[in-house]
């Protein structure tokens, strides 16, 4: 079976990968999220840039789920 013969399969295919992953990445950045509102009182105490923290933080847990970012 040729690819082109059975475009409306592919392009949907396609469609529920690009979807799977981004449903993944939103359920990273909101265990970020909710790390971070667990943590802000010693974040603010630490003075600690929230940004690169939430970088970092999505990082790791991307890395532990096996996820490519």
Known sequence: M????????VT???DDAIFDNMRAEDE???EV??????NK????AMD??????????KREL?????FVL
């Open 33 to 38: 999220e909710a790390l971070v509102a667990e």
């Open 48 to 57: 600690m840039d929230v940004g690169a923290l939430r970088s970092q933080l």
């Open 12 to 14: 949907r295919a396609i």
């Open 2 to 9: 040729h690819p082109s013969e059975n475009i409306d399969l």
């Open 28 to 30: 990273i950045n909101d």
């Open 41 to 44: 009182n010693e974040i603010s």
């Open 62 to 66: 991307a890395r532990k789920k096996g």
